[in-house]
């Protein structure tokens, strides 16, 4: 698989989780990332992304001021951090690369996703 999600699990509500993208036969700097996530019965939503040219990063709205997403080129990884979890954060988070640049970054276009991790809050 050229993207391996790791990271998630059970996690109490009010707690952080970080979750890993780990790419594979792709150079991380050449890459945009994108972090998306997806509830049973609900669209794919883009959550945050960091973009190849400049590291630049942007959020959804829904993940403002808790989401932080962060690279290591060196490790070939990309981070989401997630703080202050609630339970509508519970959803499979996925992964996605491509070669966008700037725009888009969190339109559910990828051409490349890992498989997934599970990501459930507990009350």
């Known amino acids: 698989a050229l993207l391996v999600e790791s990271g998630g699990g059970l996690v109490q509500a009010g707690g952080s989780v970080t979750l890993a993208c780990t790419l594979s036969g792709l150079t991380l700097r050449d890459y945009t990332i994108a972090w998306f996530r997806q509830a049973p019965g609900k669209a794919r939503e883009g959550v945050a992304a960091?973009?190849?040219?400049?590291?630049?990063?942007e959020y959804a709205d829904s993940a403002k001021d808790r989401f932080t997403v962060s690279k290591d080129n060196a490790k070939n990884m990309v981070y989401l951090r997630i703080d202050s979890l609630k339970s509508e954060d519970s959803a499979v988070y996925y992964c996605?690369?491509?070669?966008?640049?700037?725009?888009?970054?969190?339109?559910?276009?990828?051409?490349?996703w890992g498989q997934g991790t599970q990501v459930t809050v507990s009350s």
């Open positions: 996605g690369a491509d070669l966008r640049a700037r725009s888009y970054l969190l339109h559910p276009t990828y051409r490349y």
């Open positions: 960091i973009s190849r040219v400049d590291g630049s990063t």
